[in-house]
């Protein structure tokens, strides 16, 4: 295994933005946790090209809260290596509309999927303004029955978690996610998406909601954890495609 466990942060650091002071001290937790040395690497958005091979030196893949990005599509193809790769992959917030936003074009075969933050004009965007802005506040979560997020939490709920964000996945677009193999895994009290993962992935999950927040609060996020034991389960594979690892 390799002697450090390294994380790519793809996102505009911050440190105005609460999630981003939040994540150094959740990989922290973790390492403690874990018993191993974790690094997290932050990559601005400007620094990512298509055609770059940068990201094949991590073990995982953190797309970060902090949309919009300065380029847009240097986040979705770190998302796409994530997803084609087998790469551990975790996107909060701002990264859980970009994964959306890559599956959508990637695997829907949707070219003009939009966001609405970033392209208001959208007839009918695949990431639109929630009905009710969730900035800075709790909600209440539940999971589905047998998904990856009801073992990480240990519970089908209901658990509270916070949030900061004011566009969502357009509910026009979530029968989508019936069939798979991007599926929900998390929905609010009025059944909204929250969180998706990918089945026959070895760890790729998006979540609306930020829980590195538990870690401004002493609490090493469960979510964090299993992602970056992913990562480390990583570090001990052969580098494969997802097709050669039988996903």
């Not at 958005?45 to 970060?64: K, M, N, P, T």
Request: charged share 15%; net charge negative; hydrophobic share 45%.
């Amino acid at each position: 295994m390799a002697s450090v466990i390294r994380i790519a942060l793809i996102g505009d650091r911050n440190d105005a933005i609460i999630a981003h002071r939040a994540i150094p001290i959740a990989l922290e937790l973790v390492k403690r946790d874990l018993n191993t040395e974790v690094q997290g690497d932050w990559i601005h958005s400007s620094e990512i090209s298509a055609a770059s091979r940068q990201l094949d030196r991590y073990h995982g893949i953190w797309c970060v809260p902090g949309s919009p990005y300065a380029n847009t599509e240097g986040v979705l193809s770190s998302i796409a290596f994530a997803r084609q790769s087998g790469r551990p992959f975790l996107g909060t917030c701002g990264g859980f509309q970009h994964a959306m936003l890559e599956y959508a074009r990637g695997v829907w075969g949707i070219a003009a999927a939009a966001h609405a933050e970033t392209d208001p004009a959208a007839v009918d965007p695949v990431i639109a303004p929630l009905a009710c802005s969730l900035v800075n506040v709790a909600a209440t979560l539940h999971f589905a029955a047998g998904s990856r997020l009801a073992r990480i939490y240990g519970t089908l709920g209901p658990v509270s978690e916070e949030y900061h964000c004011s566009y969502g996945l357009n509910p026009s677009f979530a029968a989508r996610l019936n069939d798979g193999p991007l599926r929900v895994s998390a929905r609010d009290g009025e059944g909204s998406v929250r969180g998706v993962e990918l089945d026959g992935h070895p760890f790729y999950v998006g979540t609306l909601f930020q829980p590195e927040r538990a870690a401004l609060r002493g609490q090493t996020p469960s979510l964090v954890r299993a992602f970056v034991a992913a990562a480390v389960a990583e570090a001990l594979t052969p580098t494969l495609s997802l097709e050669g690892r039988g996903g």
